[in-house]
């Protein structure tokens, strides 16, 4: 199962897992992702993972076919936040293989944390990036 969460990141695809996920659990997040990449070009993703007991194959096909016609240029950062030691090596692996990804995994009681990793961007170069203040630096906001 999925619940689809607000962080406070508009930019920000995020949800919670448990269980098994589903075809409609897929398409709920790739249609969400979907629309924040039509509205903002780049997004951030938080995943939070509860328990996890499998993934039917439809959702894996259609992740896919998101993946072959959307593509992942337009992810800047995602967050896994999670206490599986399995998950978080995945994570690792992940984050050397999708290199224009920043991918980092936090534990449940980092929550806090790894929506902070994903608020702040270091790309001056972000075309819709918005500025504020933090201790007297400039800081590019997601």
């Known amino acids: 199962m999925i619940?689809?969460?607000d962080i406070g990141i508009k930019k920000a695809t995020a949800f919670c897992m448990s269980g098994k996920i589903t075809e409609s659990d897929m398409s709920l997040v790739?249609?969400?992702a979907k629309t924040k990449i039509d509205l903002y070009g780049k997004i951030v993703i938080y995943e939070e993972i509860q328990s996890?007991?499998?993934?039917?194959?439809?959702?894996?096909?259609d992740e896919f076919k998101y993946l072959f016609n959307v593509g992942i240029s337009n992810i800047k950062k995602a967050a896994v936040v999670t206490d599986k030691g399995w998950v978080q090596k995945i994570?690792?692996?992940?984050?050397?293989?999708?290199?224009?990804?920043?991918?980092?995994?936090f534990s449940i009681e980092e929550k806090k944390l790894a929506i902070e990793f994903l608020t702040y961007c270091v790309?001056?170069?972000e075309i819709n990036a918005e500025y504020i203040k933090i201790g007297?630096?400039?800081?590019?906001?997601c």
Do not use: H, Q, R
Not at 56 to 61: G, N, Q, R
Not at 136 to 141: A, F, S
């Open 3 to 5: 619940k689809m969460i």
């Open 30 to 32: 790739l249609s969400d």
């Open 52 to 61: 996890f007991k499998g993934i039917e194959l439809s959702a894996i096909v």
């Open 91 to 105: 994570v690792k692996i992940e984050d050397k293989i999708f290199k224009n990804i920043e991918m980092k995994c």
């Open 123 to 125: 790309d001056p170069k």
């Open 136 to 141: 007297g630096v400039d800081t590019i906001l």
